[in-house]
């Protein structure tokens, strides 16, 4: 926020905002602060709304999610190779949708669509070929 504005777009949860330049400044601060000590980013992801009026069809379309962790990864890169810190790990949150403590299952997080609907059958969203590609490349 900047004079009372928000100063990057949302995702679905109310307190989630993306700022993928965040990352980069989060781990220098870490550094310069703490002597670059060795740094596992054990969650990191944004969700979607799980709307009734969405087919599944169209909630594997998350683009947004794809931008999301280019950005995010591609300033964390960034604060790695040209700034030096000492990051090791980046755990997506999350790989399977599921019950958010504050959201219940009003919000999806995951790589993966569940059906809750449907005996919690499993589908890859867009974001999955995405990482394949990413992980691979």
Same mark, same amino acid.
């Given at each position: 926020?900047? =004079?009372?504005?928000p100063i990057?777009d949302?995702?679905h949860?109310?307190?989630?905002?993306? +700022?993928?330049?965040?990352i980069?400044?989060?781990? !220098?601060?870490? $550094?310069?602060?703490?002597?670059n000590?060795? +740094?596992?980013?054990?969650e !990191?992801?944004?969700?979607?709304g !799980?709307s009734?009026?969405?087919s599944i069809k169209d909630?594997l379309?998350?683009t947004?999610?794809?931008?999301?962790h !280019?950005?995010y @990864?591609? =300033?964390?890169?960034?604060?790695?190779?040209?700034?030096g810190?000492n +990051?090791k790990?980046y755990?997506?949150?999350? @790989?399977l949708?599921n019950?958010e403590?504050?959201?219940?299952?009003?919000? $999806?997080?995951g790589l993966?669509y569940?059906d809750?609907n449907? =005996?919690?059958k499993r589908y890859?969203?867009?974001?999955?070929?995405?990482f394949?590609n990413?992980l691979?490349?």
């Amino acid at each position: 926020f900047k =004079n009372g504005k928000p100063i990057a777009d949302r995702a679905h949860s109310i307190w989630l905002y993306i +700022v993928p330049h965040g990352i980069r400044s989060l781990m !220098n601060y870490i $550094r310069e602060k703490y002597g670059n000590p060795l +740094v596992i980013i054990t969650e !990191n992801g944004m969700d979607d709304g !799980n709307s009734p009026f969405v087919s599944i069809k169209d909630a594997l379309k998350d683009t947004k999610r794809i931008k999301y962790h !280019n950005d995010y @990864l591609a =300033n964390l890169l960034a604060a790695i190779v040209e700034d030096g810190c000492n +990051v090791k790990g980046y755990f997506v949150w999350s @790989l399977l949708d599921n019950w958010e403590w504050a959201a219940g299952f009003s919000s $999806r997080f995951g790589l993966y669509y569940v059906d809750y609907n449907d =005996n919690l059958k499993r589908y890859a969203k867009d974001s999955v070929k995405w990482f394949k590609n990413f992980l691979s490349s």
